[in-house]
Structure formats: C-alpha cells, structure tokens
C-alpha cells in the first residue's frame, strides 16, 4: 500500500511553534487514515526543537537556498536555526525513503513545509511565493509535495504513482 508523508500538525498533534495543531478534517483525509496511509512527521520536533518554539522565517531567500548554504532560517529571537531545519528535513526525508513515499501533504506557509509559499523573513505576515527546507528537500529527491489546500491533486498524484 502507497504511502503518504504528512504534517504532524494537520493531524491534530500540537507541534506548532505555538504550540497549537493545524487539524486538518477532510473525508480523503480521513480514509487515508482509516486506510492506514497516513507516516506522521514534524521537522522542526524531529530535529529537537522544543514546542511551543520562537517563530521562525527564512530569511535571504526560500528552503532551496537554505539547502544551498545561501539563506537561513532564523528565529524571532534572532538566532540562527537552520541547521535544525535542515536536520528535520533530512530525517522527513529518511521516512519517505524508508516508506517509499512519492506524495507528501504539508503545511503550507511553514519554513519547513511550505509547499509554494512562505513568509518573507520580516515577521510582519507577508507571503512570498517559495517552499519551505523540508519540502524543497523532499522535492529534489522525487517526492511531490502538496499542501492542505490541495488533498485532490495529492489523491491524483497517488493514484497515478499507483499506475
């Protein structure tokens, strides 16, 4: 059975940096649960950070240049998180492998699993368009990212991975 990656948070689990979830009820959602498709994971927890958490943007650029050594992930504290993220990332990446997963749903706008857009480093609640570190990881390594926004293009995405 194909598997599928997604947000800790959309599942109701309270690993935001606020400490809140992001519960997500959706009846394709809900069947791929009950179907037992469904590999949890938070980044940003799995590389050890704590909940609740400073926020945190990229600054410099998206989660490609983060992988790329060019921009950074920094807290609203100002210090330097990148290497959490990109340790989250690799270990979001471990499970897809060790799960052959090909379709992931995250959370969208995060700056680890922003799939097209993210907030531009200021704090002040402005988008731009970008993916986050766990997502743009993922996405280089033939995993194809959706958000919660978009559970009927991951549902085509799976079916025709199933092909």
């Not at 194909?2 to 519960?23: F, H, M, T």
């Not at 050594?69 to 990446?93: C, K």
């Amino acid at each position: 059975m194909e598997k599928l990656l997604i947000s800790a948070c959309l599942l109701g689990q309270p690993v935001r940096y606020d400490g809140g979830a992001k519960a997500l009820h959706d009846p394709t959602l809900e069947r791929w649960r009950r179907e037992g498709r469904l590999v949890a994971a938070c980044p940003e927890v799995q590389a050890g950070m704590s909940t609740p958490r400073p926020p945190a943007e990229i600054q410099g650029g998206t989660g490609a240049a983060v992988l790329d050594g060019t921009a950074q992930v920094i807290a609203r504290d100002g210090a330097d998180v990148s290497q959490a993220f990109l340790s989250g990332a690799e270990q979001a990446l471990a499970l897809c492998q060790r799960h052959h997963i090909r379709v992931a749903i995250l959370t969208e706008a995060s700056p680890s699993c922003g799939s097209s857009a993210l907030y531009d480093g200021s704090f002040t609640g402005q988008r731009v368009p970008g993916q986050g570190v766990t997502a743009a990881l993922l996405e280089r390594h033939g995993v194809r990212v959706f958000s919660q926004f978009e559970l009927d293009q991951a549902e085509r995405a799976l079916q025709e991975s199933l092909a």
